[in-house]
């Protein structure tokens, strides 16, 4: 474990590059470097190398049932991981990449069984992130990397999120500034057919059909599926994830209706002496005037990317205000909204309330 974790300043275009270099000799030592990704900040190490993998899991306490992502600077590079290639997945890969769209195809040999959680299949993605392909590409190896948070918390969307959960753990962290995607990428698995999102994200299921029609959703989570599905198809992906300390409700629904409930909620908390806060798009921020909840604003509920690149920084911020209660409701299922439902869903442990 290192003793301390440098933090290195860099700008969103890879400079200083000296910067980069420096993590990158990090990596190619076997070193932990956390980094910039369009979605969030990822805990990067070479994905060649089994010790260093290892300190991945160590160093977020997670549980090795759960398989990495390996990150690669450029779409050519989609051979050195994964084998049998599909015509379809360089479509996607043209499509989508440099983007937040993660590929599961079959894991070439040279990536070790324990990246992948011992399974055979393998999630890949070039990062859309000047700063992440730049360290890739000086390594010189793939890069495994999972969110740069320690197990089941918010996903980090800010270096000093990283140094909340790692500080002392990793040995090094790129700062760049805000993540501009805000939710993980979308996890696609491409060796089922027709291919199915195993994990909603920064590219939508809608934008996902106009390359394969028939592509499936994520499978509907009742306690039962979610369970089967995380030891047959998709480790990884259990109920209590991306989630506060705090205890967070989630009414699925928008508007007045959703509103209502979580005022509702709020004043029988309030009643309780207990502490209460509220995650809330700008439009309804307002709407709890009068009464002592703490509110975060998300953004304007007409722009889910706003949302979305708020939503785990705003999470944080009020778990840190020793709440009892955080409130909050979901925005829709369409576009970005399905990542946020899904997120919202996970954080509240699983379960959403009727508003
Ligand atoms: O946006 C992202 O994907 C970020 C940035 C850093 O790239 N990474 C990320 O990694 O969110 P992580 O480890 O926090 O989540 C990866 C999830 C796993 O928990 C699992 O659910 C799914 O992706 N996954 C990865 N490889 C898989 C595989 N071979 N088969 C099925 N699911 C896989
Ligand atoms: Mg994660």
């Known amino acids: 474990m290192p003793e301390r974790t440098i933090v290195l300043p860099v700008a969103r275009d890879g400079t200083p590059t000296a910067a980069i270099a420096r993590a990158a000799a990090l990596l190619r030592a076997g070193g932990l470097v956390a980094f910039p990704t369009e979605t969030v900040y990822g805990l990067g190490a070479d994905a060649t190398a089994p010790a260093a993998v290892e300190g991945i899991f160590h160093a977020k306490q997670r549980p090795h049932s759960d398989p990495l992502i390996v990150h690669v600077a450029e779409r050519d590079a989609l051979p050195s991981v ?5 015509d379809v997945a360089w479509e ?4 989508f990449w440099p983007g937040p769209l993660t590929l599961v195809l079959p894991r070439a040999d040279r990536i070790p069984a324990l990246v992948a959680a011992g399974g055979e299949t393998l999630g890949v993605r070039v990062p859309d992130h000047a700063v992440a392909r730049a360290l890739i590409r000086a390594a010189g190896v793939p890069v495994a990397a999972p969110s740069a948070n320690r197990f089941t918390r918010t996903s980090p969307t800010m270096a000093a999120h990283v140094l909340a959960d790692l500080d002392g753990r990793i040995d090094c962290v790129l700062d760049a500034g805000p993540c501009a995607v805000g939710v993980e990428s979308t996890v696609l698995d491409l060796t089922m057919n027709p291919p199915r999102i ?8 809608e934008a996902l059909r106009a390359i394969i029609s028939d592509v499936r959703g994520p499978v509907e989570t009742t306690e039962a599926t979610a369970n089967s599905m995380a030891v047959a198809r998709a480790p990884g992906q259990m109920e209590r994830h991306y989630a506060p300390r705090t205890r967070l409700i989630v009414f699925d629904g928008e508007g007045g209706k959703a509103l209502n409930a979580i005022r509702r909620e709020a004043v029988a908390a309030l009643a309780r002496g207990e502490r209460v806060g509220a995650l809330l798009p700008d439009e309804e921020a307002g709407a709890l005037a009068g009464l002592a909840v703490t509110v975060a604003a ?8 706003a949302i979305s ?11 840190e205000r020793r709440l009892d209660l ?4 979901t925005f829709g299922r369409e576009g970005l909204g399905l990542a946020l439902w899904d997120r919202l869903r996970r954080a509240a442990g699983g379960e959403l309330r009727a508003p």
């Open 82 to 86: 994964v084998r049998d290639i599909p």
């Open 92 to 95: 996607l890969a043209r499509r």
């Open 198 to 205: 195993l994990r909603p994200g920064g590219v939508t299921l």
């Open 298 to 305: 998300l953004g304007s509920s007409a722009d889910l990317g």
């Open 309 to 319: 690149r708020r939503l785990y920084a705003a999470l944080r911020e009020l778990d």
């Open 326 to 329: 955080i409130l909050a409701h």
